[in-house]
């Protein structure tokens, strides 16, 4: 489906195929926010990966330019072992907890990290140099719908509901609150169906290994 077809179809069910009460405009917006918002709850959802070079002595790390959700940070200083997933903290948690990190020249392998203006800060410093050893999990931010040819920019399994959180937009516009309210409880049925669907294929992919007694 594309913004032109989505525009075809919120008028059609709205009831305003010639574009009165709703613009153009209007469905657009909504349909870039109602994408956000989708990928903002269902984590699987636009996945992505960004790998960066862990520097010596070096504590800030870019953000992905174009990162919505961040879903994970891990730290690999070894090409013998796997990635660890680190905490997070909140800027005041690092600094009650960690209350010399600004500035302080520490290095050893990073255990936690916080995020400030568009950066990750890992403490301790890196102690060596390692080719990918910051692994960013995340969830993208959508591309913004401009033009009707634009294709929607989730799975096909969410196009109806974006077209359905569109209605929700309109029918408050329309200050019909009873439709809104009904298109809302789809909308957020819709994604969790999705979201339990998905959850299960994942764990149905990945076999149980299970240790044998005499493997103990």
Known sequence: MNVGDLKTRVK?????ESGVQITDADIIRWANDAMREIVMQNETVLQSTQFDDLEVGIDAYPMPSDLLVLRSIRVKTADSEPYSSING?????????????DGNNRTSDPCVYTIYDGQIFLFPKPDANFTDGLKILYSQNPTDLV???????LPLI????VVKYCLI????????????AN?????????NVTA????????????????REEDM
């Not at 059609?12 to 305003?16: A, E, K, L, S």
């Not at 937009?169 to 809104?180: H, K, P, T, V």
């Open 169 to 180: 937009q309109a029918y408050e516009l329309d200050e019909d609150w009873e439709g809104s």
């Open 147 to 153: 033009n009707d040819a634009d294709p929607i920019g």
């Open 196 to 211: 339990e669907r998905e959850n299960r294929s994942s764990i149905e992919t990945y076999p149980v290994i299970t240790v």
């Open 183 to 191: 298109k809302l409880a789809q909308f957020q049925n819709d994604l």
């Open 89 to 101: 903290l909140s800027l005041n948690q690092f600094d009650e907890t960690i209350y010399t990190w």
């Open 12 to 16: 059609r069910q709205f009831g305003d």
């Open 158 to 161: 969410y196009h109806n509901a």
